[in-house]
């Protein structure tokens, strides 16, 4: 069957403003998103540039825009969408455009470093496996999902009313530290997050949980940070 | 642009970056990936990674190394093999202590499952010898190793495709990348080059591979005179998703998955009594295709089906959770209600680029080392698979060998001067991509690659005829010849896929033509490469290693022998 798809175009070489392009692209109902784009580049117009890898929803490349929605290009097929074969697509928003599709991660990546994004813990490790239960895994086992598309901290409310929002990424990346058990540095985690540009930046808007291709409850794992915030709170006071 | 570091690594999946963060602790490296580093095809592993710690059942490294060695139908180096089944559990610690979230026994040991072809006892039943992060252990694995990089400001050049390696000589020093957000060429000169650049899966039209698995740095070796090893064998999962070739890991099996036919019956049952479906991989793809060719594919078609539906939703939905969701949305199928079609889907290179244990290149069968060069992960071949990889092995060999490697590069780089600048390689590659962005050739990429995949997978796949590998190879060689003739239709600077494609390409059919080769060179069957016209192993004449190397501008064949250590060559059965 035919499908039209009107794809967000911008080529800093040529464009000074970003336009929009239309193709046309015979797709079967099983067809990726991702596998008609293909067919557009390979058959149509190899100008067309776009990022994308294992093209089964595990490395993250490629997070658009389809019809209004974040989506992973090769998670969703022609199928899913109720739209008469009608795709708009378009680069992820909040990050700069470098070409069509292709964005800037480069903020996404810094604020997630900026977490410490790796397990802190100072002591000598024992000659075998530190020892966790099941349970305490099972906790933050959630955040092991992400696999850092970025769909999330690009369609927060908060993260475009405020550049320095770390994000809820990152967030949850801090998250799966804090409740990881084998962490020693679970208090200054806590410390700095604890602000308007950290865990309170999130104002429970659930825009992250709704997008998140991989079914992350985001925002109530973000709650469990601001729960232990508040306790710590009321015990020190 | 011009860098200079004590060891540039090309690749940031596993190997690359376990060797970045061993010889980040006293040298300057830098990583190159064509992809962003947590886009490497490493995270798509899901099953686990193979250790005999015994949390679950006894199990010895002994065991792990013997099942290793029948896996790889005695054809894996058991010197190599020995290192790894030996090394196992202390990088499977090392890994617990970097933070990897490892699914955990009752007790909160590391839990561990069953997986093909790994046994007790020297092969009297299937042990748990897998340790896992649910059904998405590279991923888990990968960030971790990612993370530990941040930590210690290991310096990445993401999107950084690779062009040539500089070789000055015969020593490697350095290499020109392309930069593909600008367009820019950048020289790296360094003390040592580490290959790490993964496997090839997409020159076969059904794949498991991302398609990043385009062979570069196998490519980029060979051209600069190190010798592949051992590329006729190549592993065709048996459960990939019908039609899309999407993996579903072996772990459904190992937690008690059963592959049936259309009349409902456990075919593996005839095939491996001992073992069934928990079979290697070799054989289980040539089983589904003997059904299949018997009439007892699903509905006549061309697959099986993988039946999950009696491991209940506790086992699915924590511990193979990932593969169901990937059965909803590709197969529309859900595990728990439905068995899951699955087909053969090109999976893994056991071979590779010739090197040691240490990761060093070897030249020839008198172990010459090319100075400068280093390989790990599963564009090398140390070789540790042999004619089969045995499932949850390739996650551990990019692990072992990374380490190995960038220890022997840390080694290396306190003897060695920084080499002097050489700009004639990024002046030769700049008249290559402006000859290719210039060139008024006739031929578009896109036929060219699918005429490759499809004879690929006609003629060269699971199983294989001399008359078909003949036949192949006569039309990759067309199809090089057409590929020189091509031209792009992008001619910018900025994100320019299209020339990606074009050098990928050229790669890959560099590749075919090899894997061809050796097919054809080896006349007989042995783990999965199986000759139809050959069907018996032949110890006698090729219990040896097949090489290729390109010299004088063409490639040539020759051999070298297998290391054996403890364990003869006997039938293979399970």
């Known amino acids: ?237 | 642009m011009e860098h200079r570091y004590d060891a540039v690594i090309i690749g940031a999946g596993l190997a690359g970056m376990r060797a970045a963060i061993e010889i980040g602790r006293e040298a300057d490296v830098a990583v190159l990936s064509k992809v962003f580093a947590t886009r490497s095809h490493s995270g798509a592993a899901q099953g686990g990674i193979g250790a005999a710690l015994a949390n679950e059942e006894d199990d010895n490294w002994e065991w792990h190394m013997f099942d290793t060695v029948k896996g790889s139908d005695y054809l894996g180096d058991q010197d190599a093999i020995e290192t790894m089944a030996k090394d196992a559990p202390r990088t499977i610690y090392e890994l617990e202590h970097m933070g990897v979230p490892f699914n955990r026994t009752p007790e909160g040991r590391i839990a561990q499952r069953a997986f093909g072809g790994h046994t007790s006892n020297f092969g009297k039943a299937p042990v748990k010898r897998a340790c896992f992060a649910a059904d998405r252990t590279g991923r888990v694995i990968l960030d971790t190793l990612w993370e530990q990089c941040l930590q210690r400001g290991i310096k990445f050049f993401d999107e950084f495709h690779v062009l040539s390696l500089i070789v000055d000589k015969g020593r490697c020093c350095g290499v020109v990348a392309y930069e593909l957000e600008t367009g820019a060429l950048h020289t790296f000169y360094s003390k040592a080059v580490l290959m790490a650049s993964g496997g090839a899966g997409k020159i076969f039209k059904t794949t498991s591979n991302a398609f990043a698995s385009t062979g570069d740095g196998m490519a980029l070796a060979y051209r600069a005179g190190a010798p592949l090893e051992d590329m006729e064998f190549v592993q065709f999962h048996p459960t990939g998703i019908y039609k899309l070739g999407i993996l579903i890991s072996e772990a459904a099996r190992g937690e008690g998955g059963i592959l049936r036919n259309s009349k409902g019956e456990r075919f593996m049952e005839r095939y491996a009594p001992v073992i069934k479906d928990l079979a290697p991989r070799d054989m289980i793809a040539r089983c589904i295709l003997e059904e299949v060719r018997a009439g007892r594919g699903i509905g006549g078609k061309d697959y099986v089906h993988l039946d999950l539906t009696h491991l209940g939703e506790a086992v699915i939905n924590s511990k193979l959770a990932e593969i169901n969701g990937f059965a909803r949305t590709y197969a529309g199928v859900d595990a728990l209600k439905a068995p899951i079609p699955v087909q053969p889907t090109c999976h893994y290179m056991m071979g590779g680029i010739a090197c040691d244990a240490d990761g060093r290149v070897i030249l020839d069968d008198h172990g010459t080392v090319f100075e400068g060069l280093f390989a790990a992960g599963e564009c090398a071949c140390v070789s540790v698979h042999g004619a089969n990889r045995l499932g949850c092995n390739s996650l551990l060999d990019t692990l072992v060998f990374g380490r190995r490697s960038g220890r022997q590069i840390r080694r290396c780089v306190q003897t060695v001067e920084l080499p002097p600048a050489s700009p004639e390689y990024a002046a030769k590659a700049a008249s290559r991509i402006s000859d290719l962005m210039n060139s008024k050739g006739t031929e578009s990429l896109v036929p060219i690659m699918g005429q490759m995949q499809a004879i690929m997978m006609d003629n060269v796949s699971v199983f294989r005829t001399g008359a078909g590998l003949g036949e192949a190879l006569e039309k990759i060689r067309e199809l090089q010849q057409r590929c020189r003739n091509i031209r792009l239709h992008d001619r910018g600077r900025c994100f320019n896929r299209n020339l990606l494609d074009a050098l990928e390409l050229e790669h890959m059919l560099d590749l075919a033509e090899v894997i061809a080769m050796g097919a054809l060179h080896r006349e007989e069957s042995r783990g999965a490469h199986f000759r139809e016209d050959f069907p018996a192993r032949n110890d006698e004449r090729f219990l040896s290693h097949t090489l290729v190397r390109f010299t004088g501008g063409t490639p040539q064949i020759f051999e070298k022998p297998v290391t054996i250590t403890r364990f003869q060559p006997k039938e293979r059965k399970y």
């Not at chain 1, 998103?33 to 058959?43: A, P, T």
């Not at chain 1, 966790?132 to 908060?158: G, K, M, Y």
């Not at chain 1, 801090?174 to 990881?180: E, L, M, N, Q, V």
């Open chain 1, 1 to 237: 069957m035919q499908c039209t798809f009107i794809i967000y175009r911008f080529d800093p070489a040529v464009d000074t403003t970003s336009r929009y392009q239309e193709y046309t692209v015979a797709a079967e109902p099983t067809d990726k998103i991702l596998d008609c784009l293909n067919k557009i580049r390979w058959e149509q117009d190899p100008t067309l540039a776009y990022r994308y890898s294992c093209a089964h929803g595990i490395c993250g490349s490629d997070a658009l825009v389809i019809n209004s929605r974040v989506e992973l290009a090769c998670q969703k097929l022609v199928r899913d969408f109720k739209t008469a074969n009608n795709f708009v697509i378009e680069p992820l928003p909040f990050f700069k455009v470098i070409k069509d599709l292709v964005v800037d991660l480069k903020p996404f990546f810094d604020r997630h470093r900026s977490v410490r994004p790796y397990l802190i813990n100072d002591q000598a490790p024992p000659e075998r496996e530190r020892l966790q239960d099941s349970e305490t895994q099972q906790f933050f086992e959630p955040a092991l999902r992400c696999i850092l598309c970025a769909s999330c901290t690009a369609s927060c409310p908060i993260s475009r009313t405020n550049p320095d929002y770390v994000g809820p990424a990152a967030l949850l990346r801090a998250f799966r530290y804090i409740f990881d058990s084998r962490d020693a540095a679970t208090d200054d985690r806590l410390e700095e997050i604890d602000s308007e540009n950290g865990i309170w930046g999130c104002k429970t808007m659930w825009w992250c949980t709704d997008v998140c291709p991989k079914g992350i409850p985001i925002t109530k794992c973000l709650a469990q940070i601001k729960r232990v915030l508040k306790k710590k709170e009321k015990a020190d006071s």
